[in-house]
């Protein structure tokens, strides 16, 4: 695409013709217009990504929970993407603070370099230009994040496990890695990256990199990160600490109290490792560890390579929650070494990565649990098509998302119209065929960032070329960009399935009784496929009878939990009512958060109610939850 427009042409020349002498150049954001979307290479970054390309990132950052601020360096070593590459590098940033730019040859010395800030647009935030002197393949930035940074959080000690000490983590993905690092911020570039981070006393630093050290005079942190990998897998955290090993190559990280439940809920870890490399081949990243992050943490799991962040909601006592972490594992192949190149084939990383996970599961736990993982997975889907009327073009696998916020993109279509596409296509041609095929897929495109349409030909050329009969059995085109949910998509069925389903109906119709459902209480995961099951409005009376077998407000299994509460949201059923109040303000996953507010927005008091619980709540929920709780209740 050309990115030639006036507009950006001109935003350079500003600054050329300044004597070289001036260490720096800062034209007002309103001087300078931004890139227009069309002429954009990505459309959810500034970058310009055709004439310069990250290859590796060096950081130098200090953590100051007093000014809840990164202070520090990043520096960038670039490559020209053609002979005639303008003299000028677009970063994207947000909300930072902008001390300095220095540039220098490989060689060279750094000297102070040319640079402006361009209009902040909400979504994308504000371009770096800087300008480029013959020979410079070595940029520095000096900045300070600021204190709201959207890839950022900051707790309090009173946030925490442990009460003690202040905590920090990141989630960058999908465009927050610019809030902290000023960058080329588009999963279409990868770079290794280097990381220097001086801590208060008493904490330790974690990254999505190998740690190579600590220095502990100067109390600094240092990683590296070898492969190649995108900006949204760039993460840190930063707080009170342990680790405990798992396996050779795996462990846990996390807040001393926690740290004993979270290494015995995560045991399976190896044989899940085990599992998806028999599938597709070694694990490429060394070590495996988890970080179970405090309750602030707006996602059940984010895939940071060598370290996947989870919510410690997953710890149930009983291992029914860690299809997260067979989820997590399995982005080490689908995501992190085959990427997608925008967020638009955002269904290229978790479509896949859902059907590894049910793999993975099959392979650990048995076909009876993964069926029922899938089923409800399914169910979800279906709900979520249904209600999409008003926006069909969004049920597309392959989405055009240009001007939107990428995280509109996170919904049940990429995560399971995307795995019940790659289910079908396995139905199509069989397992063994298929598992050769995603094999080659991962193997061919090994730390590459690809499309929707690399892997359209890949198919037809691998998968279809010599099954011609079979080509015409799967319309590839209607899966992939068609809207709504083709009939052929398998959902995997078992007699247990049925049994609880077929429960769940009598249940309703007032057939059978609490005390005759055939249901072991220690099943976390027939509890909640019967609980899912039932008519989002059962009445009252027949929850209490539940609630007294089952003892369901007091469960310790949060996704449990949050189906119990919902139900209990609408029948009403008010004994729920702490425990809902409980669940809002002591946890910050948004995915539990998003049904309950929104159950409860459904009516007037139901809303005000809402209202006071987030008013409450508001300080320990991540700036992800808080923006889509505050659109739910029009605040
Ligand atoms: N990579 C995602 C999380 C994500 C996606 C963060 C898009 C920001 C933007 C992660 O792998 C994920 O899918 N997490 C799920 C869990 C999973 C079991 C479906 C989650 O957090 O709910
Ligand atoms: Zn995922």
Request: hydrophobic residues 40%.
């Amino acid at each position: 695409m050309n990115l030639r427009s006036p507009l950006r042409a001109a935003a350079p020349a500003l600054c050329a013709f300044l004597p070289a002498f001036l260490p720096s150049c800062r034209v007002g954001p309103e001087e300078v217009d931004t890139v227009p979307t069309p002429l954009r290479v990505e459309p959810h970054s500034y970058a310009n990504l055709d004439k310069w390309k990250t290859r590796h990132l060096e950081l130098d950052l200090a953590v100051d929970f007093g000014q809840r601020e990164l202070e520090g360096f990043a520096t960038l070593t670039i490559e020209a993407q053609r002979a005639d590459a303008e003299p000028l590098l677009v970063l994207d940033t947000r909300a930072l603070e902008i001390l300095d730019v220095a540039c220098a040859t490989p060689a060279g010395e750094f000297a102070p370099g040319l640079f402006r800030l361009g209009r902040t647009d909400a979504i994308l935030g504000t371009p770096l230009y800087v300008d480029l002197p013959r020979g410079v393949l070595r940029v520095r930035v000096h900045y300070r994040t600021s204190p709201g940074a959207s890839g950022l959080q900051w707790l309090e000690p009173s946030q925490t496990a442990g009460g003690a000490q202040p905590f920090l983590f990141s989630q960058s993905q999908a465009i927050h890695a610019r809030s902290w690092i000023p960058c080329q911020d588009s999963p279409a570039v990868r770079a290794t990256y280097a990381a220097e981070v001086a801590t208060p006393l008493g904490l330790r630093a974690v990254m999505s990199a190998e740690q190579l050290g600590f220095d502990e005079t100067k109390q600094r942190w240092t990683f590296r990160m070898p492969q190649e990998i995108p900006s949204y897998l760039i993460a840190i955290a930063v707080g009170e600490l342990e680790f405990r090993a798992l396996g050779e190559r795996s462990g846990v990280y996390a807040e001393p109290s926690v740290l004993e439940r979270a290494a015995s809920e995560l045991v399976d870890t190896e044989a899940m490792i085990a599992a998806v490399e028999r599938l597709y081949g070694p694990y490429r990243w060394g070590r495996y560890d988890l970080l179970v992050l405090p309750p602030s943490f707006p996602f059940g799991g984010m895939e940071n390579p060598r370290l996947t962040f989870a919510t410690p909601t997953i710890l149930a006592g009983d291992k029914s929650l860690v299809a997260l972490i067979a989820h997590e594992l399995a982005h080490s192949w689908s995501g992190n070494l085959v990427t997608n190149a925008s967020w638009n084939d955002f269904w290229l990383n978790e479509g896949f990565t859902v059907y590894l996970e049910q793999r993975i599961i099959e392979a650990v736990y048995g076909p009876e649990r993964s069926a029922m993982e899938t089923a409800l997975g399914m169910r979800s889907l279906r709900e979520t098509v249904a209600s999409m009327t008003s926006t069909p073009e969004d049920t597309r696998l392959q989405l055009s998302l240009d001007g939107r916020d990428p995280d509109d993109g996170m919904t049940d279509i990429a995560y399971e119209k995307g795995a019940a596409f790659l289910r079908r296509l396995e139905e199509l041609v069989g397992r063994q065929d298929f598992d050769r095929f995603l094999r080659e897929w991962f193997d061919e495109h090994a730390f590459q960032s690809v499309n929707t349409a690399t892997f359209e030909a890949f198919l037809d050329e691998r998968l279809f070329r010599h099954r011609r009969a079979r080509n015409g059995a799967v319309d590839v085109a209607a899966w992939i960009h068609g809207t709504g949910l083709p009939e052929d998509a398998p959902t995997p069925r078992s007699a247990r399935l049925e049994e609880l389903e077929r429960a769940a109906a009598s249940f309703a119709a007032g057939k059978l009784a609490a005390s005759d459902l055939a249901l072991d209480p220690s099943q976390a995961l027939e509890l909640l496929v019967f609980l899912r099951a039932l008519p989002p409005r059962t009445d009252s009376t027949l929850l209490a009878a539940l609630d007294q077998r089952f003892s369901l407000t007091s469960t310790g299994n949060n996704e449990i939990l949050a189906t119990w509460l919902e139900l209990s949201i609408r029948a009403p059923y008010p004994p729920a009512a702490e425990a809902l109040e409980r669940f809002l303000t002591t946890q910050g996953r948004r995915k539990y958060l998003k049904p309950l507010y929104a159950a409860l927005a459904e009516t007037p008091e139901g809303l005000e109610r809402a209202r006071a619980i987030y008013a409450q709540a508001k300080p320990l929920y991540h700036g992800i939850a808080r923006g889509t709780i505050e659109g739910l209740l029009g605040l």
